[in-house]
């Protein structure tokens, strides 16, 4: 069983980074990480988005409700280009850094359930030297739908399938943390490391931006952050299960439209 002790966990909160900490905890939350006055843009950018095409008509994505569908503005698209991002992930990429994705993860009134305790990387392709910086807009705390990190988890690596993880099934039993943030503070998380979500009892929105990173010889890449392409292979992600005549993905598609057509016929 690997073990963290109370100074260990309280070492992954600070207001520097620490490699070497991440490394072992595949977490780590820094404090005022993006400038004030980058922080007041961004957020008057989400205020006035929310406003012009969010309130009360928000597009849910009923597999994934915290997920934002609407196409964001410039500057919060974008959000990945500050040069803070890039300060932090150098010493665990070097200086050739690119992204996978960037996306909005929002707990409103559409979207205040629990997310299941999951790991990303197996929802991803290319390497799996990933991580995502989640960037909160908003205070984010247990009372609207706080993350939850299971601390050390992503040392047993991606487990084979997607979906909710059951942590009775292993002997390991890692500690949790649930950090409250501000704006400005920011959460790094390896990309197989365990996460969930809670309620949003407060009724106050969670805004949060979820920017997936690699190192720029990943051949997934979608544009670098800083450096230079390292990789003469590249390959667009959309719509993934091109890539293949039969797979999972394709078993599942029929069997939901086998059973909807079942269902359909004794009606």
């Known amino acids: 069983m690997t073990r963290f002790n109370e100074q260990q ?5 600070a207001d520097t980074f620490d490699p070497e900490v991440f490394r072992q905890t595949g977490v780590f939350v820094i404090r005022r990480a993006i400038p004030a006055a980058v922080m007041r843009a961004w957020q008057e ?10 309130r009360g008509r928000r597009a849910v994505n009923q ?10 503005p410039p500057l919060l698209a974008n959000m990945y280009r ?3 991002f890039a300060a932090i992930l150098k010493p665990l990429f070097g200086e050739h850094i690119a992204i996978y994705h960037h996306r909005f993860v929002i707990k ?4 205040t359930g629990k997310v299941k305790l999951h790991q990303d990387s197996c929802y991803h392709l290319g390497n799996l030297n990933k991580c995502s910086i989640f960037t909160p807009l908003s205070q984010a705390n247990p009372d609207n739908g706080a993350m939850t990190f299971h601390v ?9 399938d997607a979906g909710e993880i059951d942590p009775g099934a292993f002997d390991i039993r890692w500690p949790t943390i649930t950090p409250s943030l501000e704006p400005g503070d920011v959460v790094v998380m390896n990309s197989s490391l365990w996460h969930e979500s809670g309620l949003n009892t407060s009724g106050m929105h969670r805004i949060m931006a ?6 720029a010889d990943d051949p997934t890449g979608r544009e670098l952050v800083c450096g230079d392409w390292q990789t003469e292979l590249r390959y667009s992600t959309d719509n993934h299960i091109r890539f293949f005549v039969n797979s999972r993905i ?5 069997c939901e439209k086998e059973r909807a057509a079942a269902q359909a016929a004794g009606e």
Do not use: C
């Not at 950018?45 to 969010?54: G, H, R």
């Not at 979820?210 to 190192?215: C, G, I, R, V, Y």
């Open 9 to 13: 966990l309280a070492s992954l909160d």
């Open 45 to 54: 950018a989400w205020d006035a988005f929310y406003e012009s095409t969010l």
């Open 63 to 72: 597999a994934n409700p915290v997920a934002l569908m609407e196409a964001l």
């Open 82 to 84: 500050e040069p803070a």
């Open 108 to 111: 409103d009134e559409f979207s």
């Open 152 to 160: 050390g988890s992503h040392k047993l690596g991606v487990l084979g």
């Open 210 to 215: 979820d920017t997936l990173f690699q190192p």
């Open 250 to 254: 394709h078993r599942l598609i029929r």
